[in-house]
């Protein structure tokens, strides 16, 4: 027997609908510079979203065609998560922190149709036409100046699009389940894997977000969404934040920590996320000879991409008076997978065990299904002691990556394999406590270290390498190569640093290179990393000769992400 | 382009997986008598859940059979709630008001299997069986004690049932779109309209209700269910409450005011739901000598049904420190369709103007489309002023009732047609101002005032009847009836009551006949029930003679329903 209710569908334009008939008088701030900020109402967001679509629409987007974009967290961006899905066409936000041939590659592989990207966007878009995208068949340049000049062509200027566009645009009723969104995410090894949101899956992760007990943004809030609009749809804030009709904050282009501060004194925020090693930097910032700015009205802090570090959270309580929370989340599950919220039961509890669950990576989200399972697959006890391997599934949560062979792997028996090890307490707090797969997680961006060994091994002076993650206080974890030399061979380790920096982003490039005799193996004769990563830690590793970037400490080439 | 995200299906038995496992300590208390009270957790709820689908299919229950109840707020309702909807039947939960006829209609009409009832239904269950209910095969008993003497057959003991099933039952993957409930409403005329939820509606309706700026039940609270669970699915409250991992309260066997007020003292209830006459008649309590009685654990009073009025929302907060909210809903929607929240703008404006707002029917819910539309069908504007027939639009709104004519006319161009009259504000407060159709509610609870008139016009003596709503100070509203006699016949009011008595349950016998020389009609000829209304309100209709039942005022015969 079925259900006699309306087949409405779960769509991104009907959060709009609702917010600009609500909430039509509620802002949404861009901070443009110092002191200088944009700010307009949902009301005149969605009558740009939809100029937006029409402009699109006359460039030739049509319902299931693919729009990509490279920029920053502005009003600009945030009205093409609106206008594309809208319309029945696809975002592809691309990563401004993957490497320039990555990036081509996601455009090609998105089938993406129309480049829209910032000012400052415009070296790296005309390297990628001569890298190759020649699926791109417009160039939207998002500018409060002139046209620059460029060798991009045919190039048009994202205002004068709109002005000349109507205002009147019928979001059509879609599929649900049709792709809303495509964020790529970095792999173990290869090029980065394509994950399609749904509709339904962003509307869904948009009303659990809102929830009590989860990040629950309130209409009274001033929110600063300071992680990424280019990375796992800035964590759906975005949609949350309109959902819930609050005044919604965007950073801007290239935004520092001071610039954060200051967009917290000056537009009074009461509530923001970033990635832990930006709510880090902010810390920093205040400590180095500016205590003085007044950061009263924030009162919390969604850090997510890593745990955030107890004394980090501790100082901003203590000092701000900001209650820091985190979660876990991963690009593949729209992010998330789970959130912090206090129990009642915790009330009962010694300030020990209340911090563990606070640094834990939370509860399973509303509709999200969490297991461990052994090697075998077999589920294990959610005692909070015994670690196996975090399963995921949710209707949030992907069943494969786009047109990709590595799909296959993705979903075991309906469940997703995160790749990430686990333990769960009896009250359901997972905690992550390693990875299975070979990533470094670096200021909340992925690093592949087995595409880094691969690259070290074709040198041809290099017997064999490893890459492993060191914890690092500012990125939190940073790459460092051990390498075995072939016989009466000679390589300095900046010679390996120049070699890998033709292949991968600066930030990619590892800390240090540590020349061993041997690197440390497992009985399976594969490197043990476990091993190498405890000798880093304890000195216990002797390494032949051992160079350190000193640049890498002060580099701006780290990512700041998600 | 189709979203690469795992179809996982919406249903209930997901709600209940995500609790048993990380709020498997918390309870679901029920009020047995004074100072007697019954507490479970949720871990023990569940595998009760999961005896009862085990009971049920040894009984024939298959998937897409149904399922009924007769039966009040207690906990092994709730089971039912989880159980008849997560084995993938439906479950039909009979609305204890109704008139015999019309409950065995609903029986008949749902196609009903079983039947589980509380011991205090026995006889009305044999009546029902005398009337005509032929498709229930097994009934079973929900009592503490033995199984009683009845002519029931086959009849079984629940708790008998529950001991014999195992408590490992496998949930199945069903379709989100198939029957989870059934409720019946009462129509303008004719026999109830069967209102048939899938899975997906109220699993969107839980999430939606425990949003930020919504009710939003938070883990931390003790929320007391009294609007019965035989009606509207009690408001989706023991859904929300169940995915919030709330303490749950319910009220038990037919809860009296005395009764609600003690358990919030017993229990330290934080918040509860209750049709505006339960809120006015907790406060009639109190004052009526129990003033001394603690309630200070009380802080949030959600009254439905109707709009309650202001100086009982004052008098809750002025007395008690309990803030009451309201909202509008109605049993085709799941049943919200609006929610009051405070608007941010709220505080720049003066009192009246925040307690227009207060008592209006709030803002339209995530996900609900709400317009107006004047007689032509053409939307009307958000001025606060115009009124127009409500029509909204939803994944919680039904598209038809089961299997009933009336289906046709119920959806407009993809809008329900609510039958209610209002306007909305340009910040999206709806107001209902008056009803289309002629429907009087009392108590929370529908009479069809063209049922009363029809029948009484076909007592040999009645030339004209019609029967109108007054405002009544318990019930918020009562029926009226105007009759005008064929000539040279008389009748008594107290004869009339009698006459009507017999084809209708007992609170809808209008309080008092008024016997007209003429009824007020339209320039259409139809009776204007608006003017009789207000000659009524204003003492200028002249009866040629009135009769009251002096007995209505203390009646017990009235509903307490939504």
Chains 1, 2 share one sequence.
């Not at 009162?299 to 985190?326: D, S």
């Not at 909340?444 to 206080?473: K, Q, Y």
């Amino acid at each position: 027997m079925q259900g006699m209710i309306m087949d409405e569908p779960l769509l991104l334009s009907t959060l709009l609908w609702r917010t600009e008939r609500l909430y039509h008088d509620k802002t949404i701030v861009t901070r443009l510079g110092h002191d200088r900020y944009h700010s307009y109402t949902y009301a005149e967001c969605g009558q740009r979203v939809r100029r937006l679509a029409n402009a699109l629409t006359t460039l030739g987007v049509e319902q299931g065609d693919r729009v990509a974009t490279l920029a920053w967290n502005h009003y600009r961006h945030f009205e093409t998560y609106y206008a594309v899905p809208g319309m029945g066409a696809t975002l592809h936000t691309v990563n401004l922190r993957l490497f320039e041939e990555q990036q081509a590659y996601t455009l090609n592989h998105a089938g993406s149709k129309v480049l829209i990207l910032d000012v400052d966007q415009l070296s790296l878009a005309e390297k990628l036409v001569e890298i190759g995208i020649p699926g791109i068949e417009s160039f939207v340049i998002m500018t409060d100046g002139p046209l620059p000049e460029t060798t991009l062509s045919p190039v048009y200027h994202y205002e004068e699009l709109l002005a000349a566009a109507s205002p009147a645009f019928e979001f059509p009723e879609l599929d649900e389940r049709s792709a809303a969104a495509i964020c790529f995410t970095s792999a173990t090894t290869g090029n980065p894997k394509g994950v399609v949101y749904s509709h339904r899956a962003l509307v869904l992760q948009s009303m659990a977000l809102n929830m009590q007990n989860q990040l629950g943004i309130r209409e009274q809030e001033i929110w600063m969404a300071i992680s990424p609009m280019f990375h796992a749809n800035a964590w759906c804030v975005p949609h949350a934040a309109l959902l819930a009709g609050a005044t919604l904050v965007l950073p801007g282009v290239h935004p520092l920590e001071a610039d954060y501060i200051e967009t917290i004194r000056d537009q009074r925020v009461t509530g923001m996320n970033a990635a832990v090693t930006v709510g880090s930097m902010m810390r920093d910032y205040l400590l180095d000879g500016h205590d003085d700015v007044d950061t009263s009205s924030l009162q919390r802090m969604w850090l997510g991409g890593q745990a955030p570090p107890r004394g980090l959270m501790e100082w901003w309580g203590k000092n701000r008076g900001v209650t820091v929370f985190t979660g876990y989340g991963m690009t593949e599950s729209s992010p998330q997978v789970c959130f912090y919220s206090a129990k009642s039961s915790l009330s009962d509890l010694d300030e020990e065990s209340v911090w563990r669950r606070r640094t834990s990576g939370g509860l399973p989200i509303p509709l999200m299904r969490v297991k461990i399972v052994d090697e075998a697959g077999e589920e294990l006890p959610w005692d909070g002691n015994v670690v196996g391997t975090i399963m995921i599934r949710s209707p949030y949560t992907v069943n494969g990556y786009l047109d990709d062979p590595r799909s296959a792997t993705a979903v075991i028996d309906g469940w997703f394999d995160t790749g990430d090890l686990g333990c769960i307490d009896p009250d359901g707090y997972v905690t992550v406590k390693d990875r299975a797969k070979d990533l470094i997680k670096s200021g909340g961006e992925w690093i592949s270290s087995i595409d880094l060994e691969n690259a070290l091994m074709t040198h041809p002076h290099v017997r064999e390498a490893t890459v492993v993650s060191v914890p690092h206080e500012k990125w939190l974890e940073r790459p460092v190569a051990c390498v075995v030399l072939n016989h009466s061979t000679t390589v300095t380790g900046a010679e390996l640093s120049d070699f890998l920096q033709e292949r991968f982003a600066k930030w990619w490039i590892p800390d240090a290179f540590l020349f061993l005799a041997d690197v440390p193996k497992t009985s399976m004769g594969k490197f043990n990393k476990k091993l190498i990563r405890e000798l880093i830690a304890e000195g216990g590793l002797q390494p032949v000769e051992e160079w350190t970037n000193t640049s890498a400490k002060e580099s701006s080439a780290a990512p700041i992400a998600s």
